[in-house]
């Protein structure tokens, strides 16, 4: 068992570590010489733990990416209130600068699909699997809202969710290089009109 805990311990570090690199450098720009490098670990050592840097990327999106992504913007919505106030917050919390926020750095799934897009259709697909499991919740939470009175019977709930997911990738992609507040606060203000808008009764203050 402890040596089970060590090595998860060496896997987490070595995957905190290489997404660091990857998302400072880009993938394509930075070599396995590069990796070993940064990792202090001898080519033996990394095929050890790795196939190649190709299997070494896709196992950090499988046990950080997806895990930073479902904390932040997943697992906020399952619940059983009216569904827009929490989006709306997680939203919120997922876009807050600082180091306490693990996507602080630049929401690196949104960087890495637009790397990854007609370069690699295997790794892109890993990427775009966790976009599909945030829209597929979001529309689920979406429905329920409006079976429980929260939001218009009208109200496409496909639609919202890919709005949600557009403008969120959009306003994370502005924010990258900007640490400026105003267009955050912009951003939210604007979501917060237009969750009144699509909501049955009861307005967000």
């Known amino acids: 068992m402890e040596k089970n805990l060590k090595r998860r311990e060496t896997m987490h570090r070595l995957c905190a570590k290489g997404l660091e690199i990857f998302h400072e450098k880009g993938y394509y720009n930075t070599s396995l010489d590069d990796i070993l490098k940064e990792l202090e670990l001898s080519k033996g050592a990394f095929y050890h733990h790795f196939k190649s840097k190709e299997d070494y990327f896709i196992t950090i999106i499988q046990n950080l990416i997806v895990q930073k992504v479902y904390a932040l913007l997943v697992e906020p919505l399952n619940t059983q209130e009216n569904p827009l106030p929490i989006i709306l917050d997680s939203l919120e919390n997922a876009l807050e600068p600082g180091k306490r926020n693990e996507m602080a750095y630049g929401?690196?799934?949104?960087?890495?699909?637009?790397?990854?897009?007609?370069?690699?259709?295997?790794?892109?697909?890993?990427?775009?699997?966790?976009?599909?499991?945030?829209?597929?919740?979001?529309?689920?939470?979406?429905?329920?809202?409006?079976?429980?009175?929260?939001?218009?019977?009208?109200?496409?709930?496909?639609?919202?969710?890919?709005?949600?997911?557009a403008s969120y990738l959009g306003m994370r992609s502005l924010l990258m290089d900007n640490t400026n507040r105003q267009l955050k606060y912009q951003y939210v203000q604007q979501l917060k009109h237009y969750f009144n808008s699509i909501t049955e009764r009861s307005v967000i203050a």
């Open 107 to 165: 929401f690196m799934l949104n960087d890495f699909l637009t790397e990854f897009n007609k370069r690699n259709l295997e790794i892109s697909t890993y990427l775009k699997d966790i976009i599909k499991v945030w829209e597929v919740n979001l529309v689920s939470v979406l429905k329920r809202g409006k079976i429980d009175g929260h939001i218009a019977r009208h109200i496409d709930c496909e639609g919202v969710a890919t709005y949600i997911i």
